[in-house]
């Protein structure tokens, strides 16, 4: 099973949005509507962002938002802060019964 | 609080076994698929290998398979990663994480997300 494709990073300015793509196939991303995205800080664990493709947990803010368009998921960040710095990283259900992460990209913000 | 801590970590040489365990708190156990994720240093996020509820369905990456065996104890509210034959590339951080957000359906019969993670136990494959 290969990594979904991430960029390696993606930059913005406080107050743009930027968007990431997770780049998948048939038998991940574009077979499912079970894809996640995740944040992650230096030395911490991964915190649940976005699940089933564009549904927001509780406590997360609405800046975030997702989508997908046949095999390539994305993440929105609207109204980008200092605070959304870190690495993403997706994830999806195969039809494997497995599950895949991207590669993941880090967020700058200038 | 919903809380999974991790242990079991440790130096190891390449060919011997480690055992790791993830303990479980503030959540009915085995409502929950658990899985294990590792993250090599200064690397990406690797799914490692999952386990449904019962124990019925049970997954493994490529990378793992017929080396690493997960198990869990829902008397005891644990998991469990038997890891065999280790090799240097294994080294890295390894977390438990429990599934949710399963789509308003049960997370028994449904993949969910990783809603919740534990902070990690280091494991180092070296001579």
């Known amino acids: 099973q290969s990594a979904l494709t991430q960029p390696a990073s993606v930059s913005g300015s406080p107050g743009q949005s930027i968007t990431i793509s997770c780049t998948g196939t048939?038998?991940?991303?574009?077979?499912?509507?079970?894809v996640s995205w995740y944040q992650q800080h230096p030395g911490k664990a991964p915190k649940l962002m976005i699940y089933d493709v564009s549904n927001r947990p509780s406590g997360v803010s609405n800046r975030f938002s997702g989508s997908k368009s046949g095999n390539t998921a994305s993440l929105t960040i609207s109204g980008l802060q200092a605070e959304d710095e870190g690495d993403y990283y997706c994830?999806?259900?195969?039809?494997?019964?497995?599950?895949?992460f991207g590669t993941g990209t880090k967020v700058t913000v200038l | 609080e919903v809380q999974l801590v991790e242990s079991g970590g440790g130096l190891v040489q390449p060919g011997r076994s480690l055992r790791l365990s993830c303990a479980a708190s503030g959540f009915t156990f085995d409502d929950y698929a658990i899985h294990w994720v590792r993250q090599a240093p200064g690397k990406g996020l690797e799914w490692v290998s999952g386990?449904?509820?019962?124990?019925?369905?049970?997954g493994y990456a490529d990378s793992v398979k017929g080396r690493f065996t997960i198990s869990r104890d829902n008397a005891k509210n644990s998991l469990y990663l038997q890891m065999n034959s280790l090799r240097v590339e294994d080294t890295a951080l390894y977390y438990c994480?429990?599934?949710?957000?399963?789509?308003?359906?049960?997370?028994?019969?449904?993949?969910?997300?990783?809603?919740?993670w534990g902070q990690g136990t280091m494991v180092t494959v070296s001579s």
């Open positions: 048939t038998s991940d991303i574009g077979g499912y509507n079970y």
């Open positions: 994830s999806s259900f195969t039809s494997s019964s497995t599950r895949v």
């Open positions: 386990i449904s509820w019962n124990s019925g369905s049970i």
């Open positions: 994480a429990k599934v949710g957000y399963c789509g308003g359906d049960s997370c028994r019969t449904t993949p969910g997300s990783f809603e919740i």
